[in-house]
């Protein structure tokens, strides 16, 4: 008998169908969208809570350190910002393979200013460089930045090396004049503040010993690629 396996998506897959790709400024050439991504065996969704299996660590890690991160903790993390409400991490799946090849995370922050609105801020994009020249960066780039304006969001926000600003220029991103340096506090290279942060993090969530960076950015200065 065959077993199926119940997954859970981070958040309603349907919101990307309803996503207008004409709207953004990005040059698609063909033209392709979150719901035709160019290829038959290409996917766009959200984050499933079965995709530590999928390789999404191993791709995240393309980007950055990710660190020797369990299943158990991987769930934790997963179900923490699914009841949140506030965190979209959309993701490429090549169906083939059963692998993720993309990734970026749309963090929608709620505010008190402009009547309490909402501002979506755009992190840890990346794609596997063996899939080059079908537009991944620019789809997975333009679908979180349309879901943001889907959610309300006034404005989006990302940090980006200076090599990138063209390519996020591009896409509809500016530089602001005068504000345009990205400005971090760093809180994981000091082995005493991270034997703080540790502790401070198990007392408030048990069972979760995924580490926190608490990172401060200037707006519109776009996210490394």
């Not at 191993?58 to 020797?68: I, P, W």
């Not at 969530?205 to 950015?217: M, P």
């Amino acid at each position: 008998m065959v077993q199926y396996v119940q997954e859970t998506y981070l958040y309603d897959p349907n919101v990307l169908l309803k996503l207008d790709f004409h709207r953004s400024p990005a040059k698609f050439q063909p033209f392709i969208s979150a719901a035709n991504p160019g290829e038959s065996w290409l996917k766009v969704r959200p984050l499933k809570d079965t995709d530590y299996d999928r390789g999404f660590l191993q791709l995240l890690s393309q980007l950055t350190e990710v660190g020797n991160v369990s299943r158990t903790q991987f769930l934790t993390r997963f179900s923490q910002m699914k009841a949140s409400g506030d965190y979209f991490v959309t993701v490429i799946e090549d169906t083939r393979k059963g692998e993720i090849i993309g990734a970026a995370s749309l963090i929608v922050e709620r505010k008190f200013i402009h009547n309490c609105s909402v501002r979506g801020r755009l992190e840890d994009v990346v794609v596997n460089d063996t899939y080059r020249g079908k537009q991944l960066g620019k789809l997975i780039v333009v679908t979180v930045s349309l879901l943001a304006e889907e959610l309300g969001c006034y404005k989006m926000s990302l940090d980006c090396k200076d090599k990138l600003i063209k390519f996020y220029e591009t896409l509809g991103y500016v530089l602001i004049p005068g504000n345009s340096n990205s400005m971090t506090i760093r809180y994981d290279e000091d082995p005493a503040a991270l034997k703080r942060n540790a502790t401070s993090i198990i007392g408030a969530s048990s069972g979760d010993a995924c580490q926190t960076n608490s990172q401060f950015y200037n707006f519109f200065s776009p996210f490394c690629y």
